[in-house]
């Protein structure tokens, strides 16, 4: 008797914790957001939006005039390596930035081409964007061959810092979002991706105002508890953190669903059970700061 009193009595607290969690989070997320949804550039009132450039090195979407971004909307940028990352492992984040009226731009460093199915990815990777809400001139996709979908391949720096860049100066972001040093799943490329932006930061390369974020790789026992580990997350100390309820995570769910060439036994238990289908926290990259000129 008494190990079943016990039993309801802690499923009942971390019930009530979780409640508690979304709670909180409700309540400061306004706060968080306004905090680093700055702008880029900034003198005196007057926020400036670079010219925009385009690259025969890019994949567009859509052969129409290049998307405008008004000055006065925060514009993030999710800079992942695959097809299917940007809903496996940033869906929670990019739900938020949409529901804050937030800009967001993907930037997909790879078509996904390991399996020869590159061309398939890159349509399923517009599907679950346009489920996430960002639109499909906001997403970009490299198609190189020093960019191969391949973890045995090391990527090149330079070759990613040029794309990082020129999507930030382009767009005017204000908010850079990738992995961080673990990669998440501790694939080559995710890791490849933290590194440079790392190296930009540290030498001052990044535009004045511009915040870099890298999304916590936790353990195997938290990452496949589900909505459990969302107590957990709140007590580890992070610099940004996003949580979904559940029409969020149904949203999620369908842009997962999208990509249905990937979807395996084991990546549909990873929709049911995964942690980053309901939370991502972040740690901010510090950023050295240089001038730089606005042309």
Not at 42 to 68: D, H, I, M, W, Y
Not at 155 to 176: D, E, M
Not at 248 to 266: D, P, T
Request: contains cysteine; glycine residues 4%.
């Amino acid at each position: 008797m008494f190990v079943f009193v016990t039993i309801v009595f802690v499923f009942v607290a971390y019930t009530i914790s979780i409640k508690f969690v979304y709670y909180r989070y409700s309540r400061l997320w306004p706060h968080v957001w306004n905090k680093i949804s700055t702008p880029l550039y900034t003198v005196g009132n007057v926020s400036f939006c670079p010219a925009q450039e385009r690259s025969s090195a890019l994949l567009r979407n859509s052969g129409e005039a290049k998307p405008r971004v008004t000055a006065s909307e925060p514009r993030a940028l999710l800079v992942t390596a695959h097809p299917d990352d940007e809903c496996m492992f940033f869906a929670p984040t990019v739900l938020k930035l949409v529901e804050s009226q937030a800009a967001v731009y993907l930037l997909c460093l790879s078509t996904g081409n390991y399996n020869n199915q590159g061309l398939q990815r890159k349509r399923e990777l517009l599907e679950s964007c346009a489920v996430l809400g960002i639109p499909s001139d906001h997403v970009t996709i490299i198609d190189d061959k020093e960019l191969p979908d391949d973890p045995a391949v090391q990527w090149s720096t330079a070759l990613i810092s040029s794309q990082i860049l020129k999507h930030i100066r382009n767009y005017s972001i204000s908010v850079v979002l990738t992995f961080d040093g673990r990669g998440v799943s501790g694939h080559a490329n995710h890791i490849a991706i933290y590194m440079t932006l790392r190296h930009l930061a540290s030498a001052g390369r990044l535009p004045e105002g511009c915040q870099i974020f890298s999304l916590h790789s936790i353990s195997l026992l938290r990452k496949y508890v589900s909505v459990l580990e969302l107590p957990v997350s709140w007590l580890f100390p992070s610099d940004f953190c996003c949580i979904i309820g559940w029409e969020e995570y149904k949203r999620a769910k369908k842009a997962m669903l999208c990509h249905r060439s990937q979807l395996l036994w084991f990546r549909r238990l990873y929709i049911l059970f995964s942690r980053y289908m309901l939370v991502n926290t972040f740690q901010a990259i510090t950023v050295e700061t240089k001038n730089v000129k606005i042309y």
